[in-house]
């Protein structure tokens, strides 16, 4: 289909057709973005974050014996778990940190 403008030749043509856009059914075994952290959450991670800053470099400078570290542990579990059982998973984890306790690779269980 041709016309003209002022001596100008305009074409048109077909575009390919579209395609809808279709978001893939929900699948349960795909992990799922952690939920936002509650007001309890955001201020033990702040008080983590601030025990990492300002108190951690001069105290206990790479003594520790867990991969992840402990502060590292409990900021995971809880950004994971929540206030509670992150808290409880982070308690249980320095209880484990004494000089005849274990050592090694000790990652956050999943949820």
Do not use: E
């Amino acid at each position: 289909m041709s016309s003209s403008f002022r001596g100008v030749k305009c074409s048109m043509r077909s575009s390919p057709a579209l395609k809808p856009i279709t978001v893939p059914p929900s699948n349960p075994d795909t992990p799922r973005p952690p939920a936002r952290a509650g007001l309890a959450a955001a201020a033990l991670l702040a008080a983590i974050r601030g025990y990492k800053v300002f108190v951690s470099p001069y105290v206990a400078a790479g003594s520790c014996r867990f991969t992840p570290s402990c502060a590292d542990y409990a900021s995971q579990a809880i950004a994971t778990h929540g206030a509670l059982r992150g808290g409880w998973l982070a308690a249980r984890r320095l209880a484990r940190c004494r000089p005849w306790g274990g050592h090694g690779f000790d990652p956050i269980p999943q949820r």
